[in-house]
């Protein structure tokens, strides 16, 4: 089993910054990607940004592409979300994902961090 756990969520005020962190854990597990995705009250899911650790490559969502950067470190397999120039639409809950293969199988799963709450004001 992989625990994903997310940190660095906040109050701020429009224009701020802040940087989220998700550190992956467990036992005999490979690492295919790791991501974040966001959810605001009444709203569904959506996808913000992934880091796909073979092929060493990020993906954006679009509107978010310039003001959102995520960044790995290998050493203690865990992603980063610098977040600048938040804006009120940017509150939302903020998911740590990751695509790993598990023992035994090693078949790929998806796990999910419990998230971290990100609250802007204007």
């Known amino acids: 089993q992989v625990q994903l756990v997310e940190s660095g969520g906040g109050e701020v005020q429009a224009g701020d910054s802040l940087r989220l962190s998700c550190a992956a854990s467990g036992s005999m597990f490979s690492i295919l990607s790791m991501g974040w995705y966001r959810q605001a009250p009444g709203k569904e899911r959506e996808f913000v940004a992934t880091f796909t650790w073979n092929s060493d490559s990020t993906f954006y969502a679009d509107s978010l592409k310039g003001r959102f950067t995520i960044s790995r470190d290998n050493a203690k397999n865990t992603v980063h979300l610098q977040m600048d120039n938040l804006q009120p639409d940017d509150t939302a809950v903020y998911y740590c994902?990751?695509?790993?293969?598990?023992?035994?199988?090693?078949?790929?799963?998806?796990?999910w961090g419990q998230g971290t709450q990100v609250s802007v004001s204007s």
């Open positions: 994902n990751s695509a790993a293969r598990t023992p035994p199988s090693f078949t790929m799963t998806t796990f």
